[in-house]
């Protein structure tokens, strides 16, 4: 079993930054691939960014590359997603996902979820 608690979620004007982080516990946390995935009102839960176990080869929606980083410190049981240039789109609420089962884009495919932060952008 794996718990994640989600955190660093606010309100930010556009063009600033916020860190999210997601705290796991449990022993096997740097053997599951992590994700971020987002939810506005009224629409999906969409994909933003996954990184590997191991924390190499992140991925991430089009939606928000060249503006997001996903990191993970396996000694910390932490994954955090760094939003920089951020957008009134990007409002929604942020929630960390893991995987056992390698990165993927699928929310499906994640089978543990935090509690969700809300970001909120201004414009």
């Known amino acids: 079993q794996v718990q994640l608690v989600d955190s660093g979620g606010g309100l930010v004007q556009a063009g600033g930054s916020l860190r999210l982080s997601c705290a796991a516990s449990?022993?096997?946390?740097?053997?599951?691939?992590m994700g971020w995935f987002r939810q506005a009102p009224g629409k999906e839960r969409e994909f933003v960014a996954a990184?590997?176990?191991?924390?190499?080869?992140?991925i991430y929606a089009d939606s928000v590359k060249g503006r997001f980083t996903i990191s993970r410190d396996n000694a910390k049981n932490t994954v955090y997603l760094q939003m920089n240039s951020l957008k009134p789109e990007d409002t929604a609420v942020y929630y960390c996902?893991?995987?056992?089962?390698?990165?993927?884009?699928?929310?499906?495919?994640?089978?543990?979820w935090g509690q969700g932060t809300q970001v909120t952008v201004s414009s």
């Open positions: 449990g022993r096997t946390f740097s053997s599951y691939a």
């Open positions: 990184i590997s176990w191991s924390g190499g080869n992140p």
């Open positions: 996902a893991c995987t056992p089962r390698g990165i993927s884009t699928s929310r499906y495919e994640y089978g543990y």
